[in-house]
Structure formats: C-alpha cells, structure tokens
C-alpha cells in the first residue's frame, strides 16, 4: 500500500510541473507534504522532516554548485571560454573540424551550465559553418552532445551533483568513471551521428546570430592558464581521487581526503580563478564579485529544486516506505542499474527536466543502495544517462535547439531528439560495460 501511495505522488508531483505548471521546488514541497501525511506520519513531524530534507541536501550540494556556477560565469566573461575554443579550432584544422567543436564542447561544457554553454557555442559553430560553407547542423550536433553528456554525467553539475550526494556516492570516481563513459559516448552520438544529418537545412535569423553577444576583453588568456583555471575542479578531484589508490601511504592519504573534499576544491578553483582570470589580467575585484553575485542570481532555482528533492527523499526515510522499495526490488527481476535508467527515463519524457527527473529518480531508488554489489557511483551515471533520454516538446533545450538553428519540427526530432536518446542508450550501455571491467 505505501509503494501505491508513493506512486500515485509521483504522479501528482509529475502532473503539478507539466499540466498545472507549478514551480519544481514548490512541486517537490507539496508533494512530500502530501505523501508524507498519506503515508501515516504524525502530523506534527511533517514540518521538521522537509526542513531536514532540505536543510541535508543543500547543505552538501549549495555551496559547490555556486562556487561552480562562479567559476563558469567568470570562465565565459574572461574571454577564457573563447581562447580554448579558439586554440582547439586551430590545432584540429579544416579536416577534422566536428572533432575540434567536440572537443570544444566537452572541455567548455565542464565548467559551464548546459545553457550557458550552448549560447556561448552556438554562434561559434555558425561561423564554422559560415568559413568552410559546410551544414549547421552536421556540424553542431557532435558539439551540442558534448555539452549535454557533461551536463547529465559529470560534476560539478547540479544533477551529477545531487545524485552522487543522495546515494553516498565518491564525487571523485563518479567524475572519472563519468569522463571514460563520455568519451566513446559523444564519439558515437555525436560525431558518427552527425553524418547522417548533413541534408538538414538551417539558416538562422539575424537575431539569433547576435543574442546574448559578450564585451570580451581587448586581450584574451592564454589557452594553457585558461584550461588550467577552468578545469582546475576536474584536475583537484581526479588527482585526489587517483594518488591515494596509486600510493598507499596514511599520509597522502589524509591530504588528499581533506582537499579532495569538493567543497573545498571548489573553493580552492573560485579563488584560483578569481586571480588567474580576474586580477591578474587587470580586473577590479569589484566587477568579478559582479559577475558572482549574477552568477548566484542565475542559479538559485536551481539549488532550490534540489533542495525540495531532498525533502521528498526525508519523507520516504522517516515513513519507512524505502524499505518497501527494497522488499519489491529483490522480487524483480531486472538488474537495478538498468531499472533505474528506465525510471529515470521515463520521468525525463513525462517532465522534460534532466535535473528533476534525475532527482526524482534517486529519491525512489535510493533503497537500491541496500542491495548488495552495487556500486553507488555506476548508479549515479545509470541515472544520469537516463535523464538525458528522449528530449522533446517539453525540454527546454529541445526549443533552444530548433530556433537558434531555425529548423523544422521533423529535423529537430531527426537530429537533437535522436541525439539525446543515443547519448542515453550508450550510456547505460557502456556503464554495463565499465561494470564488468571494474567488477
């Protein structure tokens, strides 16, 4: 009867975002009021359980989802996003262009929000375009899924980030095991993809080539203090994560559990930046804070959102609903990294938010955690893969897509819908391959 209740919640929780068009964080709130009063908990506990919920998750995930958030924004607005975009066109040439925007992508979709980074690359890909007279679309789209894989499996997202928190996964592995999955994963949905849309007409309007056009300074950085400032997070947590596994000594070991915590790598990265791509190049500290005080602004739905995950997830601790899951899950015959790429995927159709229905996801499944030989962090990126599934009418992104390249229905489905949902499909599959590797 519980897992009925909790079903039914989700469908409430799915229908408040979709039909009635409530905000996600106040969606979340509601329904984990609700399903928490269904569910038989004393009334006068409800309150105290969300604030937990709430006051859990934020508290292990705001603070390195605004020094990320701070980190992007002065990436973009220090000309460093552009110098490695720059270099990395000129080092693959003419032959190997989609490589070279691929690469760009990925590098660049690291540190910045999956938006952001798509406004900032996409009329980068039209001047390609433009250059060498070859289709926009053939060549975006290898571009385009290096951004979305970043976004769906590698921290510092918000989503990696959430789920490596609500299913006590280590962010340092889930980063590694994320990249070695992304990499063969964008090959295939991106660059091998991209060949068979080169039919697909786009000529965007004059105002979409010019929207959102920055003051970039007279001199950009270089590219080697620009990759290093910008992915100094992704450097902290791989070599924190790495040593300690190489060079067994308690020691090392200490330090780098003390600075590979990602709070304080992110620290470490938002003041590294703020000199490498702020002061240094002659910026007053006062128009970086500027930019991080917008930074913050841009992100504090986003944080919200995952607070009110949190506060559902409580409700089903406190219930004892996910014990429930648990007796359910050990009847089912279906292996648990693919049962919650599914549950993941069909709640991204149904609500078109990666995000959420990542979150959602975790919030359900996290009994899964119980059952033993899973490995928390595979999880995480089963999850995330299954986030990215099918973008259509619903995802934001999808609309992005079709007016900034100008194209039809049709060709939006052909290409960004079909691209996201290879992104997924491989994911799940090469996770189930770096699972026998690793296990």
Known sequence: ??????????????LQITWFKINPF?????????AGFCLGLPIDSLAPSIEKGLGEMLGAVALIIIFGTCIGKLTVTSGAATSIAQTVMQFTGEKYIRLGLMITGFIVGIPLFYSVGFVLLVPLIFSVAHQFKLPKVYLGIPMLASLSVAHGFLPPHPSPMALSQVLNADLGLVLVYGIIIAIPTILIAGLYFSNFLKNIKSEPTDGILKIDELKL?????????????????????????????????????????????????????????????????????????????EAIKDVALIIFILGGAGCLKEIMVASGVDQSIVALLNQVNIHPYLLAWMMAAILRICVGSATAAGLMTASVLLPLLQLSGLDSNLLVLSIGAGSLMCSHVNDPGFWMFKEYFNISLKDTFKSWTVMESLVSVLGIVFVFILNSLIH
């Open 1 to 14: 009867m519980s897992i009925l209740i909790l079903t039914a919640c989700i469908v409430f929780l799915i």
């Open 26 to 34: 106040l969606a979340f709130v509601f329904t984990s009021l609700l």
């Open 217 to 293: 300074p007279a001199k950009l950085p270089g590219f080697g203090i620009s990759l290093f400032s910008s992915l100094f997070p992704v450097f902290g947590l791989t070599l924190t994560t790495l040593l300690p596994l190489v060079f067994k000594n308690e020691q090392l070991e200490l330090i780098c559990k003390t600075i590979g915590q990602p709070t304080i790598i992110m620290l470490i990265s938002v003041i590294l930046c703020t000199y490498t791509l702020g002061l240094r190049v002659g910026r007053s500290i006062k128009s970086i804070m500027d930019d991080y005080s």
